[in-house]
């Protein structure tokens, strides 16, 4: 019997042109964001923003520091409920938290979306929705956006898994008010850790400028608004420190200006394994619709029934594929569920807890090939057949 023998968390080395940058920052000792003139972190906002179309971009030291710089500047208090999708990955919940707000979850549906009938439901109990786009599927944005205008509701998107990704044409991180993104290892872009921030709102941008820390450097932020927007905001914002530093923005800029052509090395990945994977006995892949478009770094299966799956990943995980089961009793590795977040009030979400007992999901790095993608899906189909049918 055949077994897949590479590792499911191996990156792709750090580009040459980006170690040289980084060496280049390194023998200046000039590391402190903005420290440096010219400054590889305001070079990175200018061109994530103009990658994006945002007029503002700010680089944090966090994904989970982004969620929550916009979330304070938004004016989110302690005590607040914010809206946010109930199947997410523990940063989410965790940076609601950071600010002493209350995640009010929101079901998921079988497209692994925030469930759009529950959110129209609940928009009356926020002013505030951390949307996570998880695992790069994402939501009808215009019915999304149509229901939080509605409802008064400003959207913060999460976009960790949808750096690159779009729906009809409009980038993620577009649509709300905030679009927050990750670069730490296991992402579109991989600075070790890192966050970018990208807003239209110009005093969004300098409360999240100052509240970042930037000491008096807040005017070399790439995208800065003009003063008089800053000196509406001076003083009243807390330095809660969470800057990137030079190093990580000199290792990200020739990452971001790769960063299409690996979304497309990404999806022949993803459509490999799509195509083995789709009809196998007792799994379903999840159909993506027609205006989203996503960037295939991970890839998603719901199976027809939760007290087969242990065997099954047992079976897989003894020939080397690893998949995450969202349907543990205990978190694992990266993987928790709302019931696992103690600190967040419990909350009943029949409709996901359902779907997280079926949902697998497995890591797509970009040091997989094709014949890496044939051999999982070969081997995913042996155990299917014995174990799902
Ligand atoms: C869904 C989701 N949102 C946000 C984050 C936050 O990113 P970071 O690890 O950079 O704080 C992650 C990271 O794993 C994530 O998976």
């Keep these: 019997m055949k077994t897949f023998t590479k590792s499911f968390t191996r990156q792709e080395p750090i ?27 305001a070079a990175l906002e200018t061109e994530f923003a103009a990658q994006t179309g945002a007029a503002h971009a700010l680089a944090v030291a966090s994904g989970g520091y982004a969620m929550g710089c916009a979330l304070r500047a938004l004016g989110v208090k302690p005590g607040d409920p914010v809206l946010t999708n109930g199947w997410t990955l523990a940063p989410v919940p965790g940076a609601i938290a950071a600010v002493g707000a209350r995640p009010v979850l ?24 951390m949307l996570s786009h998880m695992r790069g599927h994402i939501a009808d944005m215009e019915r999304l956006m149509a229901i939080c205008d509605a409802a008064g509701v400003t959207v913060i ?66 995208t800065a608004p003009d003063e008089a927007v800053f000196a509406r905001h ?22 971001l200006a790769d960063l299409p052509a690996q979304a497309r090395r990404w999806n022949d990945r993803y459509a490999a394994l799509e195509q083995g994977l789709r009809n196998l006995p007792g799994l379903r892949v999840i159909d993506r619709p027609a205006p989203e ?48 977040w103690a600190y967040v009030e419990a909350q009943s979400l029949p409709r996901t807890d359902a779907i997280l007992a079926r949902l697998l999901d497995m890591r797509v790095p970009l040091t997989f090939d094709l014949d890496d993608c044939a051999l999982i899906t070969r081997i995913v189909a042996e155990e299917a057949g014995r174990h799902l049918r």
């Design 157 to 222: 998107e999460d976009c960790a898994h949808t750096m690159g990704a779009a729906w009809n044409g409009t980038p993620s991180g577009r649509w709300g008010a905030v679009g927050c993104y990750s670069c730490q290892t296991y992402k579109h872009v991989n600075a070790g850790e890192g966050g970018l921030i990208v807003t239209d709102d110009a005093d969004l941008a300098a409360r999240m400028v100052l509240l970042s820390g930037s000491y008096m450097l807040y005017a070399r932020n790439g």
């Design 234 to 255: 001076k003083g009243a914002m807390p330095n809660v420190s969470g800057r990137m530093d030079e190093l990580r923005a000199a290792i990200l800029r020739p990452q």
């Design 293 to 340: 478009a996503y960037v295939g770094s991970s890839i998603q299966l719901l199976t027809d029934d939760p007290a087969k799956v242990p065997a099954f990943l047992a079976a897989c995980a003894k020939r080397g594929v690893e998949w995450k089961w969202f349907g543990h009793a205990t978190a694992q590795g990266f993987t928790s569920a709302h019931h696992h």
């Design 106 to 129: 929101v079901e998921v549906g079988e497209d692994l979306c925030i469930d759009l009938d529950d959110l129209a439901a609940k928009a009356g109990r926020a002013r505030v929705l």
């Design 15 to 41: 580009p040459e042109p980006a170690i040289e940058a980084a060496v280049r920052v390194m023998r200046s000792g000039a590391l402190h964001r903005y420290g440096a003139d010219p400054s590889e972190v």
